[in-house]
T-cell receptor
């Protein structure tokens, strides 16, 4: 079967750096997405990786290793507003998105 | 104005009732999707449509039906609601043309079936 694994919850301190990991086993690979979702709200797009390496976008960066079935989202200079769930999703060989259950990130002052 | 809108935002209904959730978009995207989200689980695809004449079942289509009335409108129906359909429902759209084909989500409908 297809599987996306992420930690259920993480805690970090305001101003610090946090890395959220995602491992996947899917039938085929056509890209990996990270979304942010505040409680009760819609997921919003953060990043897309299809080739190995690091994609940087402001305070957020996303890394992909296709050979290891692994990605991470790196958040720098954490702010209280970054408290949210972070969803990892992989597009499989049928071009469907397979979603992880999300990582709830708690930021403490 | 929001690019993807969903109505209603909240709905409480009873077992056995028929209910329709509506989604409209002004993004001009061809592709539209319906997902449900349950606590502790990833988003699950119910149905998707790549254009007005194209409707496809997702991984959990049983108990649901859809209608693509126009490029901008995609409705989800529960013919006879049951309590385990209580969930947060999201509509999403994507352009279908670019490499990423990123999906953009509506604000969600919280449905409770008693």
């Amino acid at each position: 079967g297809q599987n996306i694994d992420q930690p259920t919850e993480m805690t970090a301190t305001e101003g610090a750096i946090v890395q959220i990991n995602c491992t996947y086993q899917t039938s085929g690979f056509n890209g990996l997405f990270w979304y942010q979702q505040h409680a009760g709200e819609a997921p919003t797009f953060l990043s897309y990786n299809v080739l190995d390496g690091l994609e940087e976008k402001g305070r957020f960066s996303s890394f992909l290793s296709r050979s290891k079935g692994y990605s991470y989202l790196l958040l720098k200079e954490l702010q209280m507003k970054d408290s949210a769930s972070y969803l990892c999703a992989v597009r499989d060989s049928n071009y469907q998105l397979i979603w992880g259950a999300g990582t709830k990130l708690i930021i403490k002052p | 104005d929001a690019d993807v809108t969903q109505t209603p935002r909240n709905r409480i209904t009873k077992t056995g009732k028929r209910i329709m959730l509506e989604c409209s978009q002004t993004k001009g995207h061809d592709r539209m999707y319906w997902y449900r989200q349950d606590p502790g689980l990833g988003l699950q695809l119910i149905y998707y449509s790549f254009d007005v004449k194209d409707i496809n079942k997702g991984e959990i289509s049983d108990g649901y039906s859809v209608s693509r009335q126009a490029q901008a409108k995609f409705s989800l129906s529960l013919e006879s609601a049951i309590p385990n359909q209580t969930a947060l429902y999201f509509c999403a759209t994507s352009v279908g043309a670019d490499g990423a084909d990123t999906q953009y989500f509506g604000p969600g409908t919280r449905l409770t079936v008693l």
